[in-house]
């Protein structure tokens, strides 16, 4: 009498669940660094927008407040001719004007300009990026 041997060939041996028939526990998907990255590189933009911004508004200020003759001895005006000149450290007479208003409209203005430029430039950059 001859015995046959029967091989199974069915792939549910190969099965590794747990339980069959019920979803396997695997771990969460890993999360998207995309859009932490966008996210992270558009809060970069709104900072250097925001610096921008407020190194020329101090510009600005300080030529309004001169232009308005007010009172150099008073701190608030102090602190924003000091802020002022710091910011325009390199620009510092390159207009040399007779007229004592233009001069200063000019020399803080026009790094007031700069920053605006380059500050929203950068920032429109990293938002395209």
Known sequence: MQTRHYVRSDTSVRNIDPAPGYQAYNEPPAPDRSVHRQATTRRTAIA??????????????????????????????????????????????????????????????LPAVIYLLIGHGIAARLNRA
């Open 48 to 109: 250097i927008c925001t610096i921008a911004d407020i190194a020329a508004g101090l510009l600005g200020l300080w030529i309004l407040l001169f232009l308005l003759d007010a009172n150099r001895e008073n701190v608030f005006v102090e602190f924003v001719r000091g802020t002022a000149d710091r910011l325009s450290w390199w620009s510092q007479d390159i207009f040399t004007m007779d007229t004592e208003g233009l001069r200063v409209v000019l020399n803080y203005g």
